[in-house]
């Protein structure tokens, strides 16, 4: 069992960055592959960004959609059970709940992720 908390959402200007937390619970963080999705209203969640599992090493690979490649970043403190994104150049389009993902492989469908954080609300004024 994991229980994700995020943290760092909030209210910025277009052209603004944030950067979202996302603290895991349990001794088994670096198996886990670790993501963030997202969901506007009235749309469906869609995914953002994720990490594969990186396991003993530091080393991991990262990967983006593509609405949000060069602007967003993604990484991973196994030591700190943490997973971050940092997101630049926000656009008002990003507005949305962002939640974090842990899954035992990497994906970017809603459907395959195991455990959920509680979400954080962004949101990008014009």
């Known amino acids: 069992q994991v229980q994700l908390v995020e943290s760092g959402g909030g209210l910025v200007q277009a052209g603004g960055s944030l950067r979202l937390s996302c603290a895991a619970s349990g001794r088994t963080f670096s198996r886990y592959a670790m993501g963030w999705f997202r969901q506007a209203p009235g749309k469906e969640r869609e995914f953002v960004a994720t990490t594969n599992w990186s396991g003993d090493s530091t080393y991991y690979s990262t990967y983006y959609a593509d609405s949000v490649k060069g602007r967003f970043t993604i990484s991973r403190d196994n030591a700190k059970n943490t997973v971050y994104l940092q997101m630049n150049s926000l656009k008002p389009e990003d507005t949305a709940v962002y939640y974090c993902?842990?899954?035992?492989?990497?994906?970017?469908?809603?459907?395959?992720?195991?455990?959920w954080g509680q979400g954080t609300q962004v949101t990008v004024s014009s």
């Open positions: 993902a842990a899954t035992y492989l990497r994906t970017d469908t809603p459907n395959d992720v195991n455990y």
